[in-house]
């Protein structure tokens, strides 16, 4: 009796023995993927974060594990077909595209092979980067942000606010090839909202001050600043400005003298973005998927500025806000 309990014993312990090789087997046998991300700024280090999470639940989710290899241009544009290639030479499994045109054009240009996920893209058909929403084709795919549309969105939102908006100044940056296909929506449907648009040209961040002094004595009554990294930097000088002059501004964030925000829900996109990955990761390919567009918007209004500037927002505007600052 003792002898087979000894050897019980043993069996039980060689058994407990194993597991932890086998465990250790089965951990180093998972699944690990390098996901490249190329961004033009670390403006946008702090959204990058919530990606980062989405990306690794969906890696737990899938069974991988997810090591992210970023790439920063600092602003600098001319440095990023350098910095994709850089991602191509470390041999990521996909690269993801994280802002405008000319990020997904240097990752293109660097890879025809690894799968590319655009992020934040106006018109990627206009562009040329895919061939339809429909079915990209090649190594590409991801979210479109609806850039013209949203456009229209605003300057509709600000004569809804402000009725007696009849001539709005858009400041621009033509030399963002995203802003072009929202500018030619928004100048052919003024009409149709009773409105006179004036477009004002910032393309360097120095010629600001010398365009709102154009557009200080251009009669205008409103403001909308199109959704561009550069622009969007200067919006706060811009809304300073705005109030200085009592004119409504509408952009795509509210911040201190922004009237009328209205954008993309932007943790929408990131968790969209990381299932995209990971449907790729598994096997689709990415020119076979559809590029995919918000569903979630967010209307914000800033009533802080609306009693600077003497204005009443509408309560039917109040009620279909999504954010209020009081």
Known sequence: MRRRAAVRHCIASGI????????????????????????????????VEDLHRQLREVGRTEGFTVEIEERWADD???????????????????????????????????????????????????????????????????????????ELKRLALLKEVVPKVTHVAVITNRAAADLAAPLRLLQSASASLGLQLSV???????????VLDQVATANVHGLLVQDDYMLNLLVGQVAAFALKQRLPLVAE???EGVLVAYRFDWDEQFIRA????????????????????????????????????????????LLRADRVLE
């Open 16 to 47: 407990g023995t194993l597991a932890w090789p086998l465990a250790a087997v089965a951990q180093r046998l998972e699944r690990k993927v390098v996901i490249g991300l190329l961004s033009q700024s670390t403006r946008y280090a702090p959204l």
């Open 76 to 150: 600098q544009w001319q440095a990023l077909p350098k910095l994709a290639l850089e991602l191509v030479a470390r041999q990521v499994d996909l690269i993801i595209a994280n802002g405008d045109t000319p990020t997904v054009s240097a990752a293109a240009g660097a890879t025809r092979t690894i799968p590319i996920v655009f992020l934040w893209v106006s018109d990627p058909v206009g562009q040329g980067l895919i061939r339809s929403l429909r079915q990209p084709g090649g190594n590409i795919t991801g979210l479109s942000i609806l850039g013209p549309e949203l």
């Open 253 to 255: 964030n509210l911040s």
């Open 200 to 210: 004002f040209d910032v393309r360097e961040r120095n010629q600001l001050a010398g």
């Open 274 to 317: 990381a299932r995209l990955v990971g449907r790729i990761l598994k096997g689709a390919h990415p020119g076979d998927l559809p590029v995919e567009q918000p569903t979630r918007f967010e209307l914000m209004i800033n009533l802080r500025t609306a009693r600077a500037l003497g204005i009443t927002v509408p309560n039917a505007v």
